[in-house]
């Protein structure tokens, strides 16, 4: 890589004063927006439409896992009735 001539070196420090200028507005803005947050009340959402929503969703997907689970239940017993069954050439 070739080495940066006195021009480019003097553009990189113009550049990076520029960005900490930049930078420092920022921050002032952002601290004069968090003062304004401070002092305005707290409005709530409402949360209680998501909260029912989440609800509904979880109960839907525990009621949908008990009857895979009775069912898958069911199945291996019938397969093991079969199974033994057979063997006992009771069918």
Known sequence: ????TKKQKIQAQLRKKDF???QAKKEKNLSKIQLK?????????DTVVNTKQEHSA???FKKDLVKSLIIVIIIIAIEIVLYFGRINEYF
Request: aromatic letters at 6%; hydrophobic letters at 35%; proline letters at 11%.
């Open 37 to 45: 947050a401070k002092h305005k009340k707290l409005v709530l959402p």
């Open 1 to 4: 890589m070739p080495k940066k």
């Open 20 to 22: 900490i200028l930049n």
């Open 58 to 60: 979880t109960t839907y």
